[in-house]
Antibody
Framework: QLQLQESGPGLVKPSETLSLTCTVS??????????WGWIRQPPGKGLEWIGS???????YYNPSLKSRVSISVDTSKNQFSLRVNSVTAADTAVYYC???????????????WGQGTLVTVSS | EIVLTQSPGTLSLSPGERATLSCRAS???????LAWYKQRPGQAPRLLIY???SRATGIPDRFSGSGSGTDFTFTISRLEPEDFAVYYC?????????FGQGTKLEIK
């Protein structure tokens, strides 16, 4: 059974870089059958797609975040990662990683998701 | 960007009743690439419906979806206690892939 686990600092200072890693078990990030991605949810609010990546390294980003976001994949460690630069309080959210339903579909529908990790931006 | 508007914001029903949720898009959703997720407090969302009407793996047939173009509906035929949660629609046909604001299904 596929499982995804987010990890990284829970507190980041304003203007610094948020870095998270998603570790995949029960599946492989080198599979050509899926994309992998990140979604976030500010406390008490709705969901926002951040971006997705294919095993080859091809990336797809939300234009609203594209200038500050980078997603990478390390197939040797079966992990993929998220970096968000120049964070502000508006970046405070639960960050989820997920695998897409299939590479036959656009890279924005996720099943399953990780449990999520809260990242707070504060000095 | 496609804006998804869900209604109602909150739906109060009793177990055993039928729930009908709506999702309206600001533009046509390409190929009916419309999904529905369920989120319980403190948990990650779980995919229920994709392609507007296809059930994800392991989802009971009391959950169904329909619609095309800009108007989509999600139905739970007979509510179970575990169905009370927040439901989100999402379009994944046009980047950026966007979510509705959610409908909270609460026990009456």
């Amino acid at each position: 059974q596929l499982q995804l686990q987010e990890s990284g600092p829970g507190l980041v200072k304003p203007s610094e870089t948020l870095s998270l890693t998603c570790t995949v078990s029960g599946g492989s990030t080198s599979s050509s059958s899926y994309y992998w991605g990140w979604i976030r949810q500010p406390p008490g609010k709705g969901l926002e797609w951040i971006g997705s990546i294919y095993y080859s390294g091809s990336t797809y980003y939300n234009p609203s975040l594209k200038s500050r976001v980078s997603i990478s994949v390390d197939t040797s460690k079966n992990q993929f990662s998220l970096r968000v630069n120049s964070v502000t309080a508006a970046d405070t959210a639960v960050y989820y990683c997920g695998r897409t339903l299939s590479s036959r579909w656009p890279p924005g529908i996720f099943d399953p998701w990780g449990q999520g990790t809260l990242v707070t931006v504060s000095s | 960007e496609i804006v998804l508007t869900q209604s109602p914001g909150t739906l109060s029903l009793s177990p055993g009743e039928r729930a009908t949720l709506s999702c309206r898009a600001s533009q046509t959703v390409s190929n009916s690439y419309l999904a529905w997720y369920k989120q319980r407090p403190g948990q990650a969302p779980r995919l229920l419906i994709y392609g507007a009407s296809s059930r994800a793996t392991g989802i009971p047939d009391r959950f169904s979806g329909s619609g095309s173009g800009t108007d989509f509906t999600f139905t739970i035929s007979r509510l179970e206690p575990e169905d009370f949660a927040v439901y989100y629609c999402q379009q994944y046909g046009t980047s950026p892939y966007t979510f509705g604001q959610g409908t909270k299904l609460e026990i009456k």
